[in-house]
């Protein structure tokens, strides 16, 4: 069964970098041919993608935050992470890891971007 926790800062503060932790449990982000994202869901609204790393550790970005996004990963660990720049209250969100189409996800980390 592979299980996925996110970990990070609860509260930011606007222009700073915020940096999420994906630990995944109970299968490896290096096996072919799964990718590992991140999506977002603002109160009251949607869900958003917002970028993925793919076992061969290659990156893809949304248009929309490709800007103020980096993902990256840590094998040894088994580990991805998400930083995003210049926050703003509009980045106050849950915060998801997961898997593939995703078949799995994590319980979501609550991210308020506040002063």
């Known amino acids: 069964q592979v299980q996925l926790q996110e970990s990070g800062p609860g509260l930011v503060k606007p222009s700073q970098t915020v940096s999420l932790t994906c630990t995944v449990s109970?299968?490896?982000?290096?096996?072919?041919?799964?990718?590992w994202s991140w999506i977002r869901q603002p109160p009251g609204k949607g869900l958003e993608w917002m970028g993925a790393?793919?076992?061969?550790?290659?990156?893809y970005y949304s248009p929309s935050l490709k800007s103020r996004t980096s993902i990256s990963r840590d094998t040894s660990k088994n580990q991805f992470t998400l930083q995003l720049s210049s926050v703003t209250a509009e980045d106050t969100a849950v915060y998801y890891c997961?898997?593939?189409?995703?078949?799995?996800w994590g319980q979501g980390t609550q991210v308020t971007v506040s002063s």
């Open positions: 997961t898997r593939g189409r995703p078949d799995y």
């Open positions: 109970g299968g490896s982000i290096t096996t072919n041919y799964y990718y």
């Open positions: 790393i793919d076992y061969s550790g290659s990156t």
